[in-house]
């Protein structure tokens, strides 16, 4: 069964770092671009975050740049998000997500975690 | 950024009632759309990937159509377990964004 498990979430002061985790199981992991996707209470779905299989190809959002890092251990099978000078808008939760890549190139995001949550407040 | 805009917000429906969701994205994304239902506490599921392939699993009461543009979510029988949050969602070109939400609730 392909699985994404999400953990690292937490209370944190703005101006604070935490690092997110996401392990997945159940298929070739290296072979994939992973995405982190957020959710603010009650609101709607942002993307955050791209890494290729190999790392080669970086992505992140405006609101994000500068201050998140995407990386990942294929070796283990994870996935990282290293957030740094949150702010209280940066409070959601936040999914690891694979991209699918279709015959004709479209992609899509399948599975997603449980997703883990990030709170920003003093 | 391409922005993708759904139509209704919310809506309420019946069991039984037929329900058409549309998307409108701000440029020509060709087939580049996929839909996800999201329930209370639970995280997105993808529903339809490249306008109108259904994923594996779901209920052929839902389907996707569209091109360019302008695309559409139908529910052709709404159950019970429907009742949720739906998303588009466009893979044309980086960063991938979703339409704010359409909420499905009862009648």
């Known amino acids: 069964e392909v699985q994404l498990v999400e953990s690292g979430g937490g209370l944190v002061k703005p101006g604070g770092s935490l690092r997110l985790s996401c392990a997945a199981s159940?298929?070739?992991?290296?072979?994939?671009?992973m995405n982190w996707v957020r959710q603010a209470p009650g609101k709607g779905l942002e993307w955050v975050s791209s890494?290729?299989?190999?790392?080669?190809?970086?992505k992140y959002a405006d609101s994000v740049k500068g201050r998140f890092i995407i990386s990942r251990d294929n070796a283990k099978n994870s996935l990282y998000l290293q957030m740094t000078r949150l702010r209280a808008e940066d409070t959601a939760v936040y999914y690891c997500?694979?991209?699918?890549?279709?015959?004709?190139?479209?992609?899509?995001?399948?599975?997603w975690g449980q997703g883990t949550l990030v709170s920003v407040s003093s | 950024d391409i922005q993708m805009t759904q139509s209704p917000s919310s809506l309420s429906a019946s069991v039984g009632d037929r329900v058409t969701i549309t998307c409108r994205a701000s440029?020509?994304?060709?087939?580049?759309v996929n839909w996800y239902q999201q329930k209370p506490g639970q995280a997105p599921k993808l529903l339809i990937y490249?306008?109108?392939s259904l994923q594996s699993g779901v209920p052929s009461r839902f389907s996707g159509s569209g091109s360019g543009k302008g695309f559409t979510l139908t529910i052709s029988s709404l159950q019970p377990e429907d009742f949720a949050t739906y998303y588009c969602?466009?893979?044309?070109?980086?960063?991938?964004?979703f339409g704010q939400g359409t909420k499905v609730d009862i009648k």
């Open positions: 997500a694979r991209m699918v890549v279709g015959p004709t190139s479209e992609d899509w995001f399948d599975p």
């Open positions: 159940g298929f070739n992991f290296s072979t994939y671009t």
């Open positions: 969602q466009q893979s044309y070109k980086t960063p991938r964004t």
């Open positions: 890494i290729s299989g190999s790392s080669t190809y970086i």
């Open positions: 490249a306008v109108s």
């Open positions: 440029q020509s994304i060709s087939s580049y």
